[in-house]
Each structure stands twice: as structure tokens, then as C-alpha cells.
């Protein structure tokens, strides 16, 4: 019989709607439970794309004993990290704090007030590698709560208050300088791996947020080392395993430091941050690389991920059918030779295996490899190869497909809006920008209420229930504003201020500027979390910072330029110290230091030829952060257009930055030139 997850929206809570354990969504009824009926709370925390919380999910809430234990003992409560970040960040933060790591699935166990007293994240069915098991962790609990109740009341109470001691160093509010930018490189130039892109060792993750920095101070400085740290790393990850050689797209991690062999599960917010990275890199480099991968990573997202809505779906499974019924990590994506003979012929094979690396020892298990691009003097046919790729893709496509994770993240939707407006206008694609257009009208029509308030998810086109936190905000505006440079409606720049206001009035601290990840109006949590570094996605912290800098360039509005320079503040603090853990607000930074500039196209109309031309040289330009606004002459769709004649009857551009305008051009190629010094 389903339990009480059977109406969620979270594809991850209905893959336990059928567990026989009595699951409750995150809520205050099921605290109200646990005080009734003076039992502990077991918090789940994980998402549908995540492998071990699938483990953990077959080993022990699908086993009936197990459940039978936990029904009669605890309050159990399931959440989707990605539905509620803000009660994953609290309760992680606890976990690392007191275990010094984290991860998913956290398991944690909480007095009916939501205290923790308990941490874990993945228990095993029977002890291993010094574990003990679930069941001996259950016990171990249930004993504490029935036999020495004063102790775990003392322990709850020290972590929270611990937690609550725990406020970040703010560092002020004056934003960074070139002293700290330069800085930031220099830890970034250590940290980098010469042989083999990227920062650190293994596991690796892809830098872009750190990639946008230094495209943007290579813009800016002319620093060629930057430079060439963006462009090494950019092509060693599109050689390497973590690139769907055949469909294009990017998994979430390298699990090694060569990134051959990828933790396969592919995320929306990863191929929308990499897709823009990639299209930037074409930008400053004119890359054919660069330009294929953006392009391919542009068509993966809207191919596999967007949903009926026109929404893009938050994540594939790295997990699928071997073929064989087992669900086997990777198995829709490797190969071994004899597959490859299969599928081509002889001849075709080994010149696939050539190609793409693929070995009869493997590079992966059980002697199948990963499809890479190995650095090889040979020199093959481009239309032979196009002809092996495409016959391995349609090969692939009748394996069971991964799951796919269907539920509509405003945030990382956000930042797909932005990646896909962009790649389209560069690479004369109206698709792509029409795919854009599709997911900011779904975030409009379903996620936004008569307040212009966000709703954080939604699926099948049917909005959760859960508030929207400042990432939401702040992504969801730099999409929009993305769209309205591209597009030039200026309906989605006011719809960017709709959200941004929200930010202003409810996510900043008024005396420090520092910002928070929750309302100051959202469901009390033990602690309200704020996080300014960014992870796998841009933190709420530099999105907002951002896309509030971004509004400012295109209206003129002095509070929330002020509130992007005062939130910086952490950059300048962070920057220098930590600056792999901060690429999108070292990137924001680099864009106040720019101005940024402030650029308007104006034409006879959007569909003149010289209009668009130039329209283009603009979004071309390299300037960090460039807002761009582009309209008929005497239009009101945009602030900047005010009071820009056309030059004779002709077309023109206008680039202003720090209360100062260059000389109105008519000439692209002066334009461009004038947008990349």
C-alpha cells in the first residue's frame, strides 16, 4: 500500500511511495507526529539520480523487517535536496560539522523539535569496512532516545547552538579590487594541473564557474595565463570520458584525475553552466572545438531533458539496464570491442576503437571503456567518422535508456534559459533561443505567483509546493536577462526586476548587505542558512550578486548596484583564499571593475539586416558582464534606448560605462573592438 509520498511532485519521494516504510514528506504534521507519539525523527535526505541512495533504498526501505523496525520506533521523513536545499544545507552543515564529510544519502536523526542529535550518510544492510549496520545504528538510537533521553537532549542542544555560532566571516562591504583578482589567479595558477586541465586531484569536477572568471580577467587584464588555464581545461574535459563523445552532454564528475572515467548521471545545471562556458570559449577563442561542444551540449539538453511544458528536467540517471535486468552504473554509455564490432563491421570498429579509445582491457569495468578523444598524431576522415558516430549513437539508442529525473528546478532552468539564448544568438541558431523562450514562458506561467514570488520545482507542468530560495531568484533573473539581450523583449527584463526586488526586500540583510539563502518570510528552519561559496552550481549568494548588477547596467538603479556591490563583500574576503570555491562571484566582480558596460543597439527595426549585424558584433563582444539592449530608434522597450537617434538613417550602437559614453559607431567591426579592449 503507497504511504503518505504517493501525491508528492519529487520523482525521488515517489520512488518511495511504495516502500512498506511509513515515509512522511518534510512537514509539521510529521514533527507533530513525533511529539505525540515521543519518538525520534529519521531525516532521508537524497535525489533521483543519486546511486548510493538507491543502494540504501534496495538494502534497507525496501526490506520489510527493516521497516517494520523503523514504523514502529521512528517518525520517518523523506526529502528531495533538490526540492529543499535549504533543509539539506542546514542539516549537511550539521553532518560535516560533526563527522568532517558529508554526502548523499544523509541520515539523520532529529528530537521532535528537529534538533539533531545523530549523523550518517550511507548505512550497509550487514557491518563493512567498519560500518556497523543500518540496523545496529537504529537500535543504537532507539536505545539512546528510550534509556538516556537527558544526553541526547544535551547533544541536540549544543549542535544547534554550535550552528547557530557558526555565522560566516562576512569581510565587509566594499567589493574586490584588482589586488584580490590578481590574487585569486595566482591561488587558482597553484591549485591548476598542468598535465591534465582542471584544479586538484581526484575526484575531479568541471571548473566552469571558475572558467567564466578567467575568460572574464583574461577580457579584462589581457592575462594569457588565464586564458590558457580556460582553454586546456576546457579541451581536455571535451577529450576526456566525462563528454558524451556520442550525444553530447557532460556527467557530473571524473572519478579519476584524467577525466576518462565520469560518475555517469547527467545534470541540467552542469550542461546549462558548460554549455555557456563552451560558447564563451568560442567567444574569446574562436575554437572549433569549443564551438562543437557547445552546440552539442546545447542539443543534448533540449533532446533529452526538455519535458512536454518546455521546461528542461533536472538530471539522467547514471544507472540503467546492462541488458541483462541488472541496473549497472554506465551501462548505456561503454563499450567493449565486440560491441563495436557488432555495430560497424571489422573495419569500421578498429578504426572506432582507434578513435575513441576503447581497448580490449577497458578503462572502465569488466573490460568496457569509456568513449574519449586521445591525443593521437594520426589524422582521420571527418566523414567516416561522422558516419561511426552516428551509427553508434542509433545502436545505443535501443539499450534501456537511464531514468530521467522529470521535475522542473526554476533555478537550474535559469541557467539553462541563459546557456541556450546565448548559444543560439552566437551560433545563428533560432532554435535554441526558442527552446530558451519556451522554459521562461513555463517558469512564468507555473513557477511565478500574482507577486512575482518563485515556487522552487514543479512537474508535469503542475507547481510543488515548495518556496522558491535565492538561487531560484538570482539564476531565474540572469536568465531572463540573458533572454531580453538576445531577444529584445523587454518583458524579461522587467520580469528580472520582479524577482530582483524580491531579493532586495527579502533575502538581504539590511545592516551587513550579506545575503540568505531563505526568505525572511520562509518556513523556520533551526538555522537560517546562508552559504556564499559556490558548488556545483552558483551559489544564491553570487547569482544574485550578478544578475543585480546585471539589472542595475540596463536601468540605472543606484539600490540594487549598491546591493551587488555590498554582497561582493564576501568576494573580496573569499577571493584570494578560497577562489576555486567562488568562480561565478570572482566572475561577478571582474564585471564591476569593468563597469559593466553599458551597450545599446538601435535600428530602424529588429528584423533590418544592419540592425542585427551589429546587434550580434554586441553580444560578441568580450567585456565582462556587457549588458546589451537592442530596439527601434525612440523605443521604450529598454531604459537604455532612451534618447538614441539612429547616425543618418543608419544604425547604431552606443557603449557608455561609468557614466561615460564612447562616440555612437554604425560599424560592427568597430563595435566588437570597442567591446573586447
Request: some cysteine; proline content about 6%.
Given at each position: ?118 549523523f550518517g550518510t550511507y548505512f550497509p544492510p550487514a557491518p563493512r ?236 569495468e569488466e573490460g568496457a571503456s569509456v568513449l574519449q578523444l586521445p ?78 514570488r518563485l515556487t522552487r520545482t514543479s512537474k508535469d507542468g503542475r ?215
Amino acid at each position: 500500500m503507497p504511504n503518505r509520498l504517493a501525491h508528492e511532485t519529487s520523482p525521488y519521494l515517489l520512488q518511495h511511495a511504495d516502500n512498506p516504510v511509513d515515509w512522511w514528506p518534510w512537514s509539521e504534521e510529521a514533527f507533530e507526529e513525533a511529539r505525540r507519539s515521543d519518538r525520534p525523527v529519521l531525516l532521508s535526505v537524497g535525489y533521483s539520480s543519486c546511486h548510493w541512495c538507491h543502494v540504501m533504498a534496495h538494502e534497507s526501505f525496501e526490506d520489510e523487517a527493516t521497516a517494520d523496525f523503523l514504523n514502529a520506533h521512528f517518525v520517518n521523513v523523506k526529502v528531495d535536496r533538490e526540492e529543499r536545499p535549504d533543509v539539506d544545507a542546514v542539516y549537511m552543515e550539521a553532518v560535516q560539522a560533526a563527522t568532517g564529510q558529508g554526502g548523499w544519502p544523509m541520515t539523520v536523526f532529529l528530537t521532535p523539535e528537529a534538533e539533531p542529535f545523530y549523523f550518517g550518510t550511507y548505512f550497509p544492510p550487514a557491518p563493512r569496512h567498519g560500518m556497523p549496520s543500518f540496523r545496529q545504528v537504529l537500535e543504537g538510537v532507539r536505545s539512546a532516545w528510550t534509556d538516556r533521553r537527558d544526553e541526547v537532549a544535551e547533544v541536540a542542544g549544543k549542535i544547534v547552538r554550535d550552528l547557530a555560532g557558526r555565522e560566516i566571516s562576512y569581510g565587509g562591504t566594499e567589493a574586490p579590487g584588482e589586488q584580490e583578482l590578481a590574487q585569486a589567479l595566482l591561488g587558482l595558477t597553484r591549485e591548476y594541473d598542468p598535465q591534465r586541465g582542471g584544479f586538484g586531484g581526484a575526484p575531479k569536477f568541471p571548473p566552469s564557474m571558475v572558467i567564466e572568471f578567467l575568460l572574464r580577467h583574461h577580457a579584462r587584464t589581457g592575462a594569457e595565463g588565464a586564458l590558457q588555464m580556460a582553454q586546456d581545461t576546457g579541451e581536455r574535459m571535451a577529450r576526456g570520458g566525462i563528454y558524451d563523445q556520442l550525444g553530447g552532454g557532460f556527467a557530473r564528475y571524473s572519478v579519476d584525475r584524467d577525466w576518462v572515467v565520469p560518475h555517469f548521471e547527467k545534470m541540467l545545471y552542469d550542461n546549462a553552466l558548460l554549455c555557456r562556458v563552451y560558447a564563451h570559449l568560442w567567444r574569446a577563442t574562436g575554437s572549433d572545438l569549443a564551438r562543437r561542444v557547445a552546440l552539442e551540449t546545447a542539443d543534448f539538453m533540449v533532446r533529452e531533458l526538455r519535458t512536454e511544458q518546455g521546461g528542461f528536467a533536472s538530471a539522467l540517471d547514471a544507472d540503467s539496464d546492462d541488458g541483462t535486468g541488472r541496473h549497472v552504473e554506465g551501462a548505456y554509455y561503454v563499450w567493449r570491442p565486440g560491441q563495436l564490432r557488432e555495430a560497424l563491421g571489422d573495419d569500421d570498429a578498429e578504426l572506432a576503437a582507434r578513435y575513441f579509445g576503447v581497448t580490449e582491457e577497458g578503462t572502465f569495468e569488466e573490460g568496457a571503456s569509456v568513449l574519449q578523444l586521445p591525443q593521437r598524431d594520426e589524422v582521420f576522415e571527418a566523414e567516416r567518422i561522422a558516419s561511426v558516430r552516428q551509427r553508434l549513437l542509433e545502436r545505443r539508442a535501443s539499450r534501456p535508456a537511464p531514468g530521467r529525473d522529470d521535475k522542473v528546478v526554476a533555478a537550474w532552468n535559469g541557467l539553462a534559459i541563459a546557456a541556450l539564448a546565448e548559444t543560439g544568438a552566437y551560433f545563428d541558431r533560432p532554435d535554441l533561443v526558442e527552446a530558451a523562450v519556451g522554459a521562461a514562458d513555463l517558469l512564468v506561467r507555473v513557477h511565478l505567483d500574482e507577486q512575482a514570488r518563485l515556487t522552487r520545482t514543479s512537474k508535469d507542468g503542475r507547481a510543488g509546493t515548495n518556496a522558491g530560495v535565492l538561487e531560484d531568484y538570482g539564476d531565474v533573473a540572469e536568465g531572463f536577462l540573458a533572454l531580453a539581450s538576445v531577444t529584445g523583449e523587454g518583458v524579461w527584463l522587467d520580469f528580472a526586476g520582479f524577482l530582483l526586488d524580491h531579493v532586495l526586500a527579502r533575502f538581504v540583510d539590511e545592516e551587513s548587505g550579506a545575503l540568505y539563502d531563505t526568505a525572511a518570510d520562509a518556513e523556520r528552519l533551526i538555522r537560517r542558512p546562508q552559504d556564499p561559496t559556490d558548488n556545483a552550481v552558483p551559489s544564491g549568494w553570487s547569482a544574485a550578486a550578478g544578475a543585480l548588477l546585471g539589472y542595475a547596467a540596463h536601468t540605472g538603479s543606484e539600490p540594487h548596484r549598491r546591493a551587488a556591490e555590498r554582497a561582493l563583500g564576501v568576494v573580496k574576503a573569499l577571493g584570494p583564499r578560497v577562489p576555486r570555491f567562488i568562480g561565478w562571484g570572482l566572475a561577478v566582480a571582474e564585471a564591476l571593475l569593468d563597469g559593466p558596460r553599458e551597450v545599446a543597439v538601435v535600428g530602424p527595426s529588429l528584423s533590418d539586416e544592419a540592425t542585427k549585424t551589429l546587434h550580434r558584433a554586441a553580444l560578441l563582444g568580450t567585456a565582462p558582464g556587457a549588458v546589451v539592449a537592442v530596439g527601434a530608434a525612440e523605443s521604450d522597450e529598454f531604459p537604455l534606448l532612451a534618447d538614441r537617434p539612429l547616425q543618418q538613417g543608419a544604425p547604431a550602437a552606443y557603449v557608455c560605462r561609468n557614466f561615460t559614453c564612447d562616440a555612437p559607431t554604425t560599424d560592427p567591426e568597430r563595435l566588437r573592438e570597442a567591446l573586447s579592449s
